[in-house]
């Protein structure tokens, strides 16, 4: 039986992707194994899909001033040591790395133990962990076509991220009677996402009465978001998280209103559902979501309005147009790279495993 190790972490975005390759891998043949941080998100999503799981040691890279960054090398090093003693340990015939500062040290030491390595790059401009990386990669999958252009020529692929199969199976009945809203009017769902929640709720309450003319809408506004005084309001809907019923939100609703995070995205366009996207500003960001939200617009995926732009008037301007044009939206999603990420990653996964 052929060995795969999976890395990444520090951040759910940089763990789900893996999850999400799980079943195709066990149909493969291949037996899993993940290298993670001792005590990161990483560990516990892990370890509840029954995956042996290493922890190592790993040290954070910043663009700004902190004593840390003295510090962080050492424990790299560190990293790196327990990652070769780890991999010799497993043997495998083949290393993915979703990225993350965690990842560094496993795809070091995948390198020096001459193990293949495959990467996948969410944003449209690698991170500076990935970019550490690059150079030791096979491939290096991408969501965009724009970052072909930031990795060693010959190496980039356009994949998509692979997103969680349960997705593709909601049920928009069990949707609308979880929220038991109207099947017969359109359903908004809104997805502010953890980070600049704020800013989007705030605009999508205030434009509420405008848009519960035409639409319905249910909210995904975050921890700590609720607002009390909306929760009687006819055609809408709020909370905090949702996770067992997403699949069937998904599947119910004719619009989003998302984030520009690039999983988040993928998703999106995965399962082909128009959306206006309003990505976080430079000011919060290195700026990778605007970059993001450009390209899924270039490539007729999505909408685009900016935080600088975001007022009541232009959000709900937005929205009508993007109801009025779903279907070229639809046409185009269901027509790209996206559709099939996991089926593309795992023949490259196969073609590059050690024979």
């Given at each position: 039986?052929?060995?795969?190790?999976?890395?990444?972490?520090?951040?759910?975005?940089?763990?789900?992707?893996?999850?999400?390759?799980?079943?195709?891998?066990?149909?493969?043949?291949?037996?899993?194994?993940?290298?993670?941080?001792?005590?990161?998100?990483?560990?516990?999503?892990?370890?509840?899909?029954?995956?042996?799981?290493?922890?190592i040691?790993?040290?954070?890279?910043?663009?700004?001033?902190?004593?840390?960054?003295?510090?962080?090398?050492?424990?790299v090093?560190?990293?790196?040591?327990?990652?070769?003693k780890?991999?010799r340990?497993?043997?495998?015939?083949?290393?993915?790395?979703?990225?993350?500062?965690?990842?560094?040290?496993?795809?070091?030491?995948?390198?020096?133990?001459?193990?293949?390595?495959?990467?996948?790059?969410?944003?449209?401009?690698?991170?500076?962990?990935?970019?550490?990386?690059?150079?030791?990669?096979?491939?290096?999958?991408?969501?965009?076509?724009?970052?072909?252009?930031?990795?060693?020529?010959?190496?980039?692929?356009?994949?998509?991220?692979?997103?969680r199969?349960?997705?593709?199976?909601?049920?928009?009945?069990?949707?609308?009677?979880?929220?038991?809203?109207?099947?017969?009017?359109?359903?908004?769902?809104?997805?502010g996402?953890?980070?600049?929640?704020?800013?989007?709720?705030n605009?999508?309450?205030?434009?509420?009465?405008?848009?519960?003319k035409?639409?319905?809408?249910?909210h995904?506004?975050?921890?700590?978001h609720?607002?009390?005084?909306?929760?009687?309001?006819?055609?809408?809907?709020?909370?905090?998280?949702i996770?067992?019923?997403?699949?069937?939100?998904?599947?119910?609703?004719?619009?989003?209103?998302?984030?520009?995070?690039?999983?988040?995205?993928?998703?999106?366009?995965?399962?082909?559902?128009?959306?206006?996207?309003?990505?976080?500003?430079?000011?919060?960001?290195?700026?990778?979501?605007?970059?993001?939200?450009?390209?899924?617009?270039?490539?007729?995926?999505?909408?685009?309005?900016?935080?600088?732009?975001l007022t009541?008037?232009?959000?709900?301007?937005?929205?009508?147009?993007?109801?009025?044009?779903?279907?070229?939206?639809?046409?185009?999603?269901?027509?790209?790279?996206?559709?099939?990420?996991?089926?593309?990653?795992?023949?490259?996964?196969?073609?590059?495993?050690?024979?």
């Amino acid at each position: 039986m052929k060995k795969i190790v999976l890395t990444g972490g520090g951040t759910a975005g940089h763990v789900t992707p893996n999850i999400a390759l799980l079943p195709a891998l066990r149909e493969a043949g291949y037996e899993v194994y993940y290298i993670g941080s001792y005590n990161g998100i990483e560990k516990s999503l892990i370890e509840a899909e029954n995956i042996p799981y290493y922890g190592i040691a790993t040290g954070k890279f910043r663009r700004y001033f902190d004593w840390k960054n003295l510090s962080d090398p050492f424990r790299v090093l560190k990293g790196i040591g327990e990652a070769r003693k780890i991999i010799r340990k497993i043997d495998p015939d083949i290393l993915f790395s979703k990225g993350g500062f965690v990842a560094v040290p496993v795809v070091l030491a995948a390198n020096k133990c001459h193990v293949p390595v495959i990467i996948h790059e969410s944003d449209m401009t690698p991170g500076l962990a990935n970019r550490i990386c690059l150079k030791y990669a096979r491939k290096i999958c991408c969501n965009f076509p724009e970052t072909l252009s930031h990795v060693p020529e010959g190496t980039g692929v356009v994949t998509g991220t692979p997103i969680r199969d349960e997705l593709k199976k909601g049920s928009a009945a069990k949707g609308f009677a979880f929220t038991g809203l109207d099947s017969n009017k359109p359903v908004i769902l809104v997805m502010g996402g953890s980070q600049g929640a704020v800013r989007v709720n705030n605009c999508v309450r205030a434009a509420l009465p405008e848009l519960l003319k035409k639409y319905q809408v249910v909210h995904l506004c975050g921890k700590g978001h609720l607002d009390e005084s909306l929760k009687d309001t006819e055609g809408y809907r709020q909370y905090e998280y949702i996770r067992e019923e997403l699949p069937d939100l998904y599947a119910m609703c004719s619009l989003m209103i998302s984030r520009a995070g690039a999983n988040a995205i993928c998703e999106i366009s995965t399962l082909a559902i128009p959306n206006l996207l309003i990505p976080l500003g430079s000011d919060a960001s290195r700026g990778d979501q605007i970059l993001n939200a450009r390209s899924f617009e270039k490539q007729g995926f999505s909408m685009v309005l900016e935080e600088s732009g975001l007022t009541e008037k232009a959000l709900v301007d937005k929205v009508n147009q993007l109801y009025e044009n779903r279907d070229q939206y639809i046409s185009a999603m269901k027509h790209s790279q996206h559709t099939d990420s996991i089926d593309v990653i795992m023949k490259l996964i196969r073609e590059y495993t050690r024979q």
